[in-house]
């Protein structure tokens, strides 16, 4: 491997007892929040590594491989890869390489196909874990601070909505479920053409966490189920050939469920994504992805207000 490798030689050392001889193919990293994404070739196979100075996106990783993509790896041939080793101390995790190429940005990224494929693999992974009473409140306690944050960010009708649609919340108990967190054709891999048996497979399990089952599908709704499609979705065509409705109609007949089932949940999650996705793409200085945001909660808030 180069010597300006992103692994520390503490991950460099651990890698090494991992895949002695290993040789480096591709950096697979997106350039964000500080994770190398690295294919290496090995004795066994290639492989995917997963490096990183922070340690709760690849804590999250190592936990969804362990506890969340079971479904999937008993499925034949398995849709998701499989955990080789893990050390969330160093910052590393290694697993098992995936065929194919990434749905955002190809050929593939609209095919309802596509979409109903990864409705029935989300259908797997949401297994219920536990019901809690707190979810809620503690999701509204993240939309008051981000209500305050995002003053000046948004048109201040809509934060004033905002601020009543959560005023107006009743906290209920919620069911847990196994979320994989950025659930969109960016961590989805296709190995094949959709009009000859192609297979989906998920990556990316670095956001994954129980929550609501709702809350893999808001982004869904908003960047890809809309008659246009978002900045940040990973299209790169013209808007003008995108059927949101046809690949919302093909996901939830893969799924087998509409959010609108849970309709005050559906409602709280796209609050806080909306808000969520302004506040955060400020600080990181997203401008795109912030317009999004505006453009979520307006949507939120035509829906809901």
Do not use: C
């Not at 995936?98 to 095919?111: D, I, K, Q, Y």
């Not at 469920?257 to 559906?266: I, L, N, T």
Request: charged letters at 20%; aromatic letters at 8%; a negative charge.
């Amino acid at each position: 491997m180069p010597d300006a490798t992103p692994l520390t030689p503490a991950q460099r050392a651990l890698v090494d007892a991992w895949f002695p001889g290993w040789a480096f193919e591709e950096d697979l990293s997106w350039g964000l929040q500080g994770i190398a994404v690295l294919r290496l070739a090995t004795a066994a196979g290639p492989v995917v590594v997963k490096a990183s100075a922070t340690q709760h996106h690849l804590v999250r990783e190592a936990r969804a491989h362990r506890q969340m993509t079971g479904p999937l790896l008993a499925l034949e041939p398995p849709r998701a890869a499989r955990l080789l080793h893990a050390d969330t101390r160093a910052g590393v995790v290694a697993a098992t390489w995936l065929p194919g190429s990434l749905v955002a940005g190809g050929p593939h990224e609209r095919s309802p196909e596509v979409f109903r494929q990864a409705g029935e693999l989300l259908a797997r992974v949401h297994v219920p874990r536990e019901q809690t009473t707190g979810y809620d409140a503690a999701v509204l306690n993240k939309v008051g601070d981000f209500l305050a944050r995002a003053s000046g960010l948004a048109p201040p009708d809509h934060l004033r909505a905002a601020g009543r649609l959560a005023a107006a919340h009743r906290a209920a108990p919620r069911w847990l479920s196994a979320t994989h967190g950025d659930y969109s054709p960016r961590n989805w891999v296709l190995d094949g053409d959709p009009s000859s048996g192609a297979l989906l497979r998920v990556i990316d399990w670095g956001r994954s966490g129980y929550r609501p089952w709702v809350t893999d599908l808001v982004r869904l709704e908003h960047q890809w189920f809309q008659p246009a499609v978002g900045p940040d979705s990973g299209s790169g065509g013209d808007a003008g050939t995108h059927d949101g409705g046809g690949l919302r109609a093909a996901f939830y007949a893969g799924y087998g469920r509409d959010p609108a089932e849970e309709p005050d949940s559906w409602r709280l999650d796209n609050l806080l994504q909306a808000l969520g996705t302004i506040v955060w793409s400020r600080e990181v200085g997203d401008a795109a992805f912030e317009e999004e945001g505006r453009r979520m909660l307006a949507r939120v808030i035509d829906w809901f207000a």
